[in-house]
Nanobody, 129 residues
């Protein structure tokens, strides 16, 4: 089992920045790929960013590319999401997830919420216009 706890959410004005953190405990988190997803009211959970367990590979959708950066520290068992140039449409609950990579692939990045093995409870990000 892997337990994930998100932090760092809050209220920010458009154009501002926030840094989310996901702290992991339990099984060795360093062998899991990690990802951030978000869910706005009335909408489905949406992919935001992913990082392989090695940290070498990352992936972003076009909606956040160039504004968000995912990183991980396997020594500290944490994954961070730096969010810059925030927009009102970024408002959502942000969830951290962990996914064991097929065959232990060090460059695997999870892109679908259905395949995640573990989830945190989320942290709310609200961006005012």
């Amino acid at each position: 089992q892997v337990q994930l706890v998100e932090s760092g959410g809050g209220l920010v004005q458009a154009g501002g920045s926030l840094r989310l953190s996901c702290a992991a405990s339990g099984q060795s988190f360093s062998i899991y790929a990690a990802a951030w997803f978000r869910q706005a009211p009335g909408k489905e959970r949406e992919f935001v960013a992913a990082v392989s367990w090695s940290g070498r590979t990352t992936s972003y959708p076009d909606s956040v590319k160039g504004r968000f950066t995912i990183s991980r520290d396997n020594a500290e068992n944490t994954v961070a999401l730096q969010m810059n140039s925030l927009k009102p449409e970024d408002t959502a609950v942000y969830y951290c997830g962990a996914d064991y990579p097929p065959g232990g692939n060090s460059d695997y990045v999870p892109l679908e919420s259905d395949g995640m093995d573990f989830w945190g409870k989320g942290t709310l990000v609200a961006v005012s216009s």
